[in-house]
């Protein structure tokens, strides 16, 4: 039986071994004519648009600086099974030709726009039909314009241990250059430069010296990183374009520590009143009650117990301690049961003056030098920003809370988180 089974396998492959392996070898170029030659029909979206050829002061909107346009296309390629079964839109572009063409025209696009982006791809011998596609084309002048940059107030948080100050300059400005319509559009309406806080580290500030202001060390000059000086224009460039402003050599973030800092002075305490209720309040009525923690000076009434404040310095303490007073505001029981406060500075523009002379006759930084007259604006806004968050705090780093009452003929302030 074995050696019937053999003889069958033998007579089979080795009779007419040259006509079985001549059909074998026939169909295997059939099956690869057929293959090379099925005909299929397959949509590439996304394909990138390229025109080439446009008069040197003429450009599109939206061009790129490599010629592409923002706006790609889908194509519907007929062709070769083969060659069009691995294709995507990064093997080919379209390219349209701009040579004496018109302010706006239509144009078709078609197999011949086809170039290959992949050397095992040619479009000629793949590709035997692309379904038209028409796209208008609309060229515009090439201007160059400076465009204003705003620095906003960053956003996230301040590290650990630090308060957010400042941010200089306030303004900046960037050369593009593009199509007049998206140029001028973008220059009415500027760009925004916003940073994160939260992209610096407590580490990177703890490292940093100070600006000297003599012997002050309260404020921490962050220095942005070249990497942060660039801004995305979608319809000029695909990439994020570098500020060339002279002034963004000089962009800083600027902090405070958070410590609390002594307020080595006593702070007056007075009363307003309101002409409403003058009938009743006023100051032949009501007067404040000295305590433990009002004391009266020369006339004056004091409060008499260690104060501190957080997120200023040591400078603007100095330059304002003389000018500062706690004001309660009267009203009757009815209105309020606990009367409101709040600390005032008296005539802030002097007081701005002088930290400002004082800053600038001991500052050593360099900053300024690109446009020194830009300084004193700088610091005015520092001072601003300094009165606007002045708040008092506790020896237990607690913000001071008072419960101010109106009595029978005086009123009385009695600190609510206040201990020794």
């Known amino acids: 039986m074995a050696e019937d089974v053999k003889t069958l396998l033998i007579r089979l492959f080795l009779d007419n071994w040259q006509r079985k392996l001549l059909s074998l070898i026939l169909s295997m170029i059939i099956w690869m004519v057929v293959s090379h030659s099925m005909t299929v029909t397959k949509v590439i979206p996304n394909v990138p648009v390229r025109v080439t050829n446009l008069a040197p002061n003429k450009t599109i909107e939206g061009m790129l600086v490599t010629g592409h346009l923002n706006k790609r296309v889908s194509l519907s390629i007929v062709g070769h099974k083969k060659g069009l079964e691995n294709l995507s839109?990064?093997?080919?572009?379209?390219?349209?030709?701009?040579?004496?063409?018109?302010?706006?025209?239509?144009?078709?696009?078609?197999?011949?726009?086809?170039?290959?982006l992949n050397p095992d791809f040619d479009p000629v011998k793949t590709v035997s039909r692309v379904t038209p596609i028409e796209m208008t084309v609309r060229q515009s002048k090439l201007i160059t314009e400076k465009i204003p940059i705003h620095v906003t107030q960053p956003i996230g948080e301040a590290p650990k241990g630090y308060q957010y100050l400042d941010i200089w300059p306030y303004h900046l400005s960037i050369q593009v250059t593009g199509p007049e319509e998206a140029v001028k559009k973008l220059k009415n309406r500027g760009i925004k430069l916003t940073f994160n806080l939260n992209e610096i580290t407590q580490e990177q500030l703890d490292e940093l010296q100070a600006p000297q202001q003599g012997d002050y060390s309260d404020e921490v000059s962050f220095k942005v990183p070249e990497s942060w000086k660039k801004v995305s224009l979608?319809?000029?460039?695909?990439?994020?374009?570098e500020i060339d402003d002279p002034l963004a050599?000089?962009?800083?973030?600027?902090?405070?520590?958070?410590?609390?800092?002594?307020?080595?002075f006593s702070i007056p305490v007075t009363i307003f009143f309101p002409p409403k209720y003058s009938n009743t309040i006023n100051p032949e009525t009501y007067s404040l009650a000295t305590s433990q923690f009002i004391s009266k000076k020369n006339g004056i009434k004091l409060f008499n117990e260690p104060l501190y404040a957080q997120g200023v310095s040591h400078l603007f303490l100095e330059t304002v301690k003389d000018?500062?007073?706690?004001?309660?505001?009267?009203?009757?029981?009815?209105?309020?049961?606990?009367?409101?406060?709040s600390a005032q500075f008296m005539y802030p523009h002097e007081l701005e003056n002088r930290y400002?002379?004082?800053?600038m006759a001991e500052s050593s930084e360099e900053i300024f030098d690109i446009q020194p007259h830009l300084q004193e604006d700088y610091l005015r806004n520092r001072f601003r920003g300094y009165m606007s968050r002045f708040r008092l705090y506790t020896p237990q780093n607690n913000k001071l809370s008072l419960k101010i009452e109106l009595q029978a003929n005086s009123i009385s302030i009695t600190p609510q988180n206040y201990s020794k």
């Open 89 to 116: 839109s990064k093997d080919l572009e379209v390219v349209i030709d701009a040579k004496n063409k018109s302010h706006e025209w239509i144009t078709r696009i078609s197999h011949k726009n086809l170039v290959s």
């Open 234 to 241: 979608a319809n000029l460039s695909d990439t994020p374009i």
């Open 249 to 264: 050599k000089a962009l800083r973030i600027d902090f405070s520590r958070r410590d609390l800092l002594p307020i080595g």
């Open 323 to 341: 000018m500062i007073q706690m004001v309660i505001i009267a009203a009757p029981k009815s209105e309020r049961d606990s009367l409101l406060w």
């Open 356 to 359: 400002i002379a004082k800053v």
